[in-house]
C-alpha cells in the first residue's frame, strides 16, 4: 500500500463547477499535512497547509480527518487557472521527511 | 531576490557519463533536499542535509551521491551506477529540518539519456 494514495484523475469540470480531490495516508502518526499545486513541467508550489479544525482559503477549503486518515480539497467555482496537478503531502516520521501523493490532475473546462 | 536556483534546466547524458546537477538558495535556509519526479508519479526523496557538511540517503539514494560543502549549495551527482536516470529533478529547501516549514522547491532540471 502506497503511503499517500490519491485518485489520478483526470479530473475535467466546467468553469464554475465545484470540485473535491481526496487523499488517504498510510501512517497513523504522521504529523502534518499539505496540499501542494503542480503546474505542467513546472516545480510544486504550496497552496495549503491542513489543519484538523479544518481550514479555507478563497475558494479553496482543506479538511483532515485524522480517525480515518484522510484529507480533502474542495475548489469552489472553478477558474480555468486552477488547471494543474494537485498533490497531497504529509510529513511523518522520527526524521519528519515528507512523503508525496502521486497527484490528482484537474483541468476547467470554458 | 531570494529563491533557489537549479541548473540546467535540461541536461543530456550519455551511457557511463557521471553528471552533476547544480541547486544555489539564497533563503539562509539550514535543510535542502534533492527529489526525483517521473511521469505521473509524485516526488520521491534522494537525499537529504540538515546542515553543513552532512546528508542522509532518502528512499532511493542508490545511484546518487551528493555533498554540502557550503550551507548555500547541495549538488547532486548522478553516477553511471543509476541505470535508468531519466527524470524530473527537483531541489527544495526548508529553513529548519522537518519543521512546520514550507519547502521551497527550485525549477527543476529535466535530465535524458542519449
Known amino acids: 500500500r502506497k503511503e499517500v494514495e490519491q485518485d489520478p484523475g483526470p479530473f475535467n469540470v466546467p468553469e464554475g463547477a465545484t470540485v473535491a480531490f481526496n487523499c488517504t495516508y498510510s501512517?497513523?502518526?504522521?504529523?502534518?499535512f499539505f496540499w501542494y499545486r503542480q503546474d505542467c513541467r513546472k516545480e510544486p508550489k504550496l497552496l495549503m497547509s491542513?489543519?484538523?479544525s479544518g481550514n479555507e482559503d478563497g475558494r479553496f477549503t482543506a479538511q483532515l480527518n485524522r480517525a480515518s486518515q484522510y484529507i480533502s480539497l474542495l475548489i469552489r467555482d472553478s477558474k480555468l487557472s486552477d488547471s494543474a496537478t494537485y498533490l497531497c503531502?504529509?510529513?511523518?516520521?522520527?526524521?519528519?521527511?515528507?512523503?508525496f501523493g502521486s497527484g490528482t490532475q484537474l483541468t476547467v473546462l470554458p | 531576490d531570494g529563491g533557489i536556483t537549479q541548473s540546467p534546466k535540461y541536461l543530456f547524458r550519455k551511457e557511463g557519463q557521471n553528471v552533476t546537477l547544480s541547486c544555489e538558495q539564497n533563503l539562509n535556509h539550514d535543510a535542502m533536499y534533492w527529489y526525483r519526479q517521473d511521469p505521473g508519479q509524485g516526488l520521491r526523496l534522494i537525499y537529504y542535509?540538515?546542515?553543513?557538511?552532512?546528508?542522509q540517503k532518502g528512499d532511493i539514494a542508490e545511484g546518487y551521491s551528493v555533498s554540502r560543502e557550503k550551507k548555500e549549495s547541495f549538488p547532486l551527482t548522478v553516477t553511471s551506477a543509476q541505470k535508468n536516470p531519466t527524470a524530473f529533478y527537483l531541489c527544495?529547501?526548508?529553513?529548519?529540518?522537518?519543521?512546520?516549514?514550507?519547502?521551497?522547491f527550485g525549477p527543476g532540471t529535466r535530465l535524458l539519456v542519449l
Open positions: 491542513v489543519y484538523s
Open positions: 503531502v504529509v510529513l511523518s516520521g522520527s526524521a519528519r521527511q515528507l512523503t
Open positions: 501512517n497513523s502518526a504522521s504529523q502534518s
Open positions: 542535509s540538515q546542515i553543513v557538511n552532512d546528508f
Open positions: 527544495a529547501s526548508t529553513r529548519a529540518a522537518g519543521g512546520q516549514e514550507t519547502q521551497y
